[in-house]
T-cell receptor
Framework: GAGVSQSPSNKVTEKGKDVELRCDPI?????LYWYRQSLGQGLEFLIY????????KSGLPSDRFSAERTGGSVSTLTIQRTQQEDSAVYLC????????????FGQGTRLTVV | DAKTTQPPSMDCAEGRAANLPCNHS???????VYWYRQIHSQGPQYIIH???NNETNEMASLIITEDRKSSTLILPHATLRDTAVYYC??????????????FGAGTTVTVRA
């Protein structure tokens, strides 16, 4: 596609439920990044993929968070047993490679846990 | 683990140049400086990056000091649509030659009519 696409754009879920957030990177971009931005805060790095491999998972806040990427394209960020503190905007970005950080961001998924 | 320091906020007048400073005194010799901005409720947008030489594109100019310890992003003719949070970033290595962008608090720029 022309840009990074994220879905859904908004998600409201009940505490304790699992959610899946999807990111479609720019075609041909091998690097994909996930960030989280809480209200009024800066961007918090979560995880990145180079191809289908996630070399650094240290940014994931807890073991309730996981991410995968298949076919070197679409990525899914899964949050299990959601908590209210998970409420934030989840942003995805892609770049040609992880050596090149001219990254293009999607519009984000706004997650609200009630 | 952001490596940069920026003023928290600044105002500028519409139509005037906006000069956004950034300190990166611990930058290493082969590290690039990146600038992004985030307009309210949108994802960050790439503006420009540079290593040693000054850079210019259709959005902005980047002036890097000779010792590379600081830089200035210049928006030549600020418009109301340039109101945003501007992030100065020195990327962080995560493994071998892979890098991530580590965002600090940025500078909230308000362009006033």
């Amino acid at each position: 596609g022309a840009g990074v696409s994220q879905s859904p754009s908004n998600k409201v879920t009940e505490k304790g439920k699992d959610v899946e957030l999807r990111c479609d990177p720019i075609s041909g971009h091998t690097a994909l990044y996930w960030y989280r931005q809480s209200l009024g805060q800066g961007l918090e790095f979560l995880i990145y993929f180079q191809g289908n491999s996630a070399p650094d998972k240290s940014g994931l806040p807890s073991d309730r968070f996981s991410a995968e990427r298949t076919g070197g394209s679409v990525s899914t960020l899964t949050i299990q047993r959601t908590q209210q503190e998970d409420s934030a905007v989840y942003l995805c970005a892609s770049s040609v490679t992880a050596k090149n950080t001219e990254a293009f961001f999607g519009q984000g998924t706004r997650l609200t846990v009630v | 683990d952001a490596k940069t320091t920026q003023p928290p906020s600044m105002d500028c007048a519409e139509g005037r140049a906006a000069n956004l400073p950034c300190n990166h005194s611990t930058i290493s010799g082969n590290e690039y400086v990146y600038w992004y901005r985030q307009i309210h409720s949108q994802g960050p947008q790439y503006i420009i990056h540079g290593l040693k030489n000054n850079e210019t594109n259709e959005m902005a100019s980047l002036i890097i000091t000779e010792d590379r310890k600081s830089s200035t992003l210049i928006l030549p003719h600020a418009t109301l649509r340039d109101t945003a949070v501007y992030y100065c970033i020195v990327r962080v290595p995560v493994r071998s030659n892979d890098y991530k962008l580590s965002f600090g608090a940025g500078t909230t720029v308000t362009v006033r009519a």
